[in-house]
Every structure is written in C-alpha cells, then in structure tokens.
C-alpha cells in the first residue's frame, strides 16, 4: 500500500488549500481515508476520516465547518478541501487508510490506521 499526499503549501489566513492523497497498492473502495495533522512541538491529531463507501464522515472540532473531506473511489484519490484557514491550522498533513473499519468511532482513532503517506506541509501566514 502506498499513499502520496501533495498540495500544501502556503496561505495567507482566511485562504484556501485543497489536499489530495492518492493510493495504489490495495482495494481502495474497502479502506476508510483519514487525515491527522502534526505541528511542530505537538502531538498528531486527528483532522477528518471518510468511510470507504463515503456513507460515514467525521470531523475533529477544530476543523468542523471549514474543512471538507471526500473520495473518488474510481480515482483512488481522498480530498481534503481546507477553506477560512487559521495560522493554527499549519502543520504537516498526513493521510493514512484502514482496512475493516467504518464506524464513526473507528475511523476517527489513529489506531485505526496502519498505512501512512509521507505528509504535505501546510503553513498559514497571519
């Protein structure tokens, strides 16, 4: 299994940014997609998760409202469109995807997941 996340980059606060994670290596439409967040000094955290078959979603607090996470299961690709960007959102994004989990409970635990992409960074400017 291999993930690549791209499309970070820099913002000014208030901006937009769309994330992609593109998979290869497994049956995409069976894993369910996060995003986990990691700032300089902090612990990872989780962002937003979406069932395989897109039926369950899940948003961490801090993002819910401005962030919105998405799949196309014939590309093989999660999205995650970022818009009202706050400085506190910079960090490095990562996705990661799960085999047999698809409760809301499930996708949103870290432990969940066992296939990581390398990260894209995001910085937002105040």
């Known amino acids: 299994v291999q993930l690549q996340a791209f499309g970070g980059g820099l913002v000014q606060a208030g901006g937009s940014l769309r994330l992609s994670c593109a998979a290869s290596g497994l049956t995409f439409s069976m894993y369910s997609m996060g995003w986990f967040r990691q700032a300089p000094g902090k612990e990872r955290e989780f962002v937003a998760a979406i069932s395989g078959s897109a039926n369950n979603q899940i948003y961490a607090d801090s993002v819910k409202g401005r962030f919105t996470i998405s799949r196309d299961n014939a590309k093989d690709i999660v999205y995650l469109q970022m818009n009202s960007l706050k400085p506190e959102d910079t960090a490095t994004y990562y996705c990661?995807?799960?085999?047999?989990?698809?409760?809301?409970?499930?996708?949103?635990?870290?432990?969940?997941?066992?296939?990581w992409g390398q990260g894209t960074l995001v910085t937002v400017s105040s």
């Open positions: 990661a995807a799960a085999l047999g989990r698809s409760t809301i409970v499930a996708i949103a635990d870290q432990r969940s997941y066992h296939n």
